[in-house]
């Protein structure tokens, strides 16, 4: 007698919640410039309950004589070459900045973001990506080391 075979449990999409993290960052006047102070440096972490789906990107500044660079932490991967400036790297609230492709970024991981000013005085910074966090539909939450997570 042939035994039957069982079918593999359906591969579910995770969940799609809308979500925004915020950086929020004080800049000190001529960050990164010669004779300025160092540059300075955010780290976003993540949320250990779900990956994020990078989508858009929006900020303010109180000027725009300032840049920014980002890098992942989970690849080490800069997302840029060079700082870009404010103005070419966010989007507003009206107008946000679509990214090309949705970017993924892993549960726990920390995204660095380092700015840098020139307007001569202190820069008050808020960037957000905006997206979603991918809630597994069928596995239990899962921390970057690949364990479930407590509480879940």
Known sequence: ????????????????IPFD????????????????PAAFVVS????????FEWVFTVGTSTSPSG???VSDGATGRNLMNAPVNYANYFGTAQLPFPLVEPYIIARS?????SFRDSSGAQNTVQLVLRGFKLFPQCNPAQGSGGLIASGQ
Not at 21 to 36: E, K, L, S
Not at 109 to 113: K, L, Q, R, S
């Open 1 to 16: 007698m042939a035994t039957p075979k069982t079918m593999p449990p359906p591969v579910l999409p995770p969940l799609r």
């Open 21 to 36: 993290y915020v950086v929020n960052a004080i800049v000190p006047a001529n960050a990164g410039q010669p004779g300025g």
């Open 44 to 51: 976003l972490q993540v949320q250990q309950d779900s990956d």
């Open 67 to 69: 840049d920014v660079n």
């Open 109 to 113: 991981t920390a995204v660095n973001f």
